[in-house]
């Protein structure tokens, strides 16, 4: 059975978990839902370890949403990624079923999954469109999260096809912004690479150091962008087929360092530390199913590295790993 959801999703009066709230995703999703006239819940990890099934089971029973957004994930940069793979394997595994599993059971009147671009192939074909999940080998160094996300992936289609569950899933391409982590030994390249770059102009350094080649291709999205593109799909879409959420554009990392370095007012040079891995050699989205229901994302790289930079200043002195230099 294949559920067809109300359409448009009325979140107006509903009651909304946010589960990864403290996360850069999660807090964006709640600062987007706050002009939504909806309730919101949340559970820190201290509330609730979404690994441990009674748990979640029993926070769920007494919070009763009629809606989840499912933020909550262990993610990480390349090096996080390929260093701690049970992390990145178990833990995904665990939430997600978890979280679906006592959704369905108190009944949500929808429930929106997050996956991630590096689902697809490692060498898909570029843009790369939603049909390409399962058609080749995956990237070796996020293999693990990869194949976690597509497990929710397909539970979620799993719960909408047996139980009229109205689930539905959206594929991210590589985020940024206000909340990231800047901890450079977890982090992906954009928060690193402005830590980096502004740590090297505070103590007058004349390099930076990038990781692989500075070749691969990436494309980012500004994470209040998503948070709009996600607010967009519960209320407009209905359908077990994943949607991609990106901007449609990428640039090689070495690209993104010098704008970067621009935006950070650094005139340093930038040199290669090859024994670090690229990864995929490239990851931009074909954005245009999310085009054809009505959204495009609004912010420019360069707005959202400056706001980012902001943040990040503003911040920094309750960064988890401390102060940059
Ligand atoms: O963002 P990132 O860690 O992850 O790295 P992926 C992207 C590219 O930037 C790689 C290079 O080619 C890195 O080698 N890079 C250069 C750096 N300098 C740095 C640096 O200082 N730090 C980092 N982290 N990278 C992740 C997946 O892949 O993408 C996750 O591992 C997730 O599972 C995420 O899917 C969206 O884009 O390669």
């Not at 830590?195 to 102009?201: F, G, I, L, S």
């Not at 360092?257 to 989205?285: C, I, N, Q, S, W």
């Amino acid at each position: 059975m294949t559920a067809a959801g109300e359409l448009p999703f009325r979140l107006a009066g509903r009651r909304v978990f946010v589960a990864g709230h403290r996360g850069m995703v999660g807090a964006a999703v709640l600062r987007r839902l706050a002009s939504e006239g909806c309730e919101t819940v949340t559970a820190g990890r201290d509330a609730v370890d979404l690994r441990r099934q009674a748990e979640t089971e029993a926070w769920m029973a007494q919070a009763r949403p009629d809606v989840v957004v499912m933020a909550a994930a262990t993610v990480g940069g390349i090096l996080a990624n390929d260093s701690r793979p049970v992390d990145f394997l178990y833990d995904n595994l665990m939430i997600e079923a978890n979280v679906i599993a006592a959704a369905h059971r108190v009944g949500v009147a929808k429930f929106l999954f997050l996956g991630s671009s590096c689902i697809y192939p490692r060498l898909a074909p570029q843009p790369m469109a939603e049909d390409a999940l399962l058609t080749g080998p995956l990237e070796p160094t996020n293999q693990w999260y990869a194949v976690a996300k597509i497990a929710g992936i397909k539970l979620a289609q799993a719960y909408r096809r047996q139980h009229a569950m109205d689930a539905i899933s959206a594929m991210p391409t590589n985020l940024y912004g206000p909340g990231d982590n800047f901890d450079l030994a977890a982090s992906h390249v954009l928060p690193a690479l402005l830590r980096k770059v502004h740590d090297a102009k505070t103590r007058g350094d004349d390099a930076v150091v990038l990781w692989g080649s500075g070749s691969p291709r990436r494309e980012f999205l500004y994470v209040d962008d998503l948070a709009d593109a996600l607010v967009f799909l519960l209320k407009h879409y209905s359908s077990p087929e994943i949607v991609n959420v990106g901007t449609g554009e990428d640039l090689t990392i070495l690209e993104l360092a010098r704008m970067v370095a621009d935006v950070v007012g650094y005139g340093g040079r930038f040199e290669l530390d090859r024994t670090k891995p690229d990864g995929t050699p490239r990851k931009l989205l074909d954005v245009g199913r999310l085009a054809d229901l009505g959204w495009r994302a609004p912010t420019p790289l360069r707005d959202g590295l400056e706001r980012t930079y902001r943040w990040f200043l503003d911040n920094a002195g309750r960064l988890r790993d401390g102060a940059p230099a």
